[in-house]
């Protein structure tokens, strides 16, 4: 068996075929983890959606802002932006089914075995591995609950910025979800810049990546995330077995599908895996 972490697949479908082909991908006794975003921009969002559903064990994944983004439009909470390529997905014969297994899905996940822990974005230095897992089943609590769409509706916004245990109702849970789903920079104190989006080196002045923040209480994690194709592939290896492995590497942008494995001898991110992708939209 072979545990593979895959970054952001935007519904570029044949480019995830041609990568698991290149890893000889077996479902009766291979996994993926995929760090989110497997919808939107892409191509083929509906055909992605069906294919890792029906891995059914065989595949994790955690929500990405795109993700999310495709529910709120589902539920008409959010306004449609001219790059997304969602509608296939809203007119499927399987639509509820397929939103619904989205809903399911986690913010989080951490597997003790492996020592790896997956999210979308990142975490913000205030939280540990305990404290992130709570915070994380908040938000998913009410996601797979019966008022999801109060929740789609209050999920947009850049307040508050600051982490406190003070934080209540939407505040909260919209903190919480923008962490896991949308954080790139932050500050030593842990507030959020979420306007810079670029590489490192183009962000606000007195920001870091959330990963070089002294004192993060995460860092004896190794912590696998996407969404920052601007960074591209990286990896940073921390004391007392902890490090950062960055995997979003631009396929919808032309770049390319990666593929790290988790397992195994090497197990701790050498053993790496892309497939070169033509690319579905040009940058800016």
Partial sequence: MAVYAIGDVQGCYDDLMGLLDEIHFDSSKDKLWFTGDLVNRGPDSLRVLRFVRDLGDAAITVLGNHDLHMLALAEKCAPFHRSDTLEEIFVAPDREELLAWVRQQPLMFHDEGLRFTMVHAGLPPQWDLAQAQQLAAEVEMV??????????????????????????????????????????????????????????????????????????????????????????????????????????????????????????????????????????????
């Fill in 143 to 284: 996601l797979q609950g019966e008022n999801y769409r109060d929740f789609l509706a209050n999920m947009y916004g850049n307040e508050p910025d600051t982490w406190s245990e003070g934080l209540t109702s939407w505040g909260r849970l919209r903190f919480i979800t923008n962490c896991f789903t949308r954080l790139r920079y932050c500050n030593a104190g842990g507030q959020l810049c979420l306007k810079s989006q670029g590489e490192p080196g183009t962000q606000l002045p007195g920001f870091r990546p959330w990963y070089e923040v002294p004192e993060r209480k995460s860092k004896d994690l190794r912590i696998v995330f996407g969404h920052w194709s601007t960074l591209g592939l990286y990896r940073d290896s921390f004391g007392k077995g902890g490090g950062v492995f960055a995997l979003d590497t631009g396929c919808l942008w032309g770049g390319l599908l990666t593929a790290m494995r988790l397992d195994g001898a090497l197990g701790d991110g050498r053993e790496i895996y892309s497939y070169d992708c033509p690319g579905h939209k040009r940058p800016g």
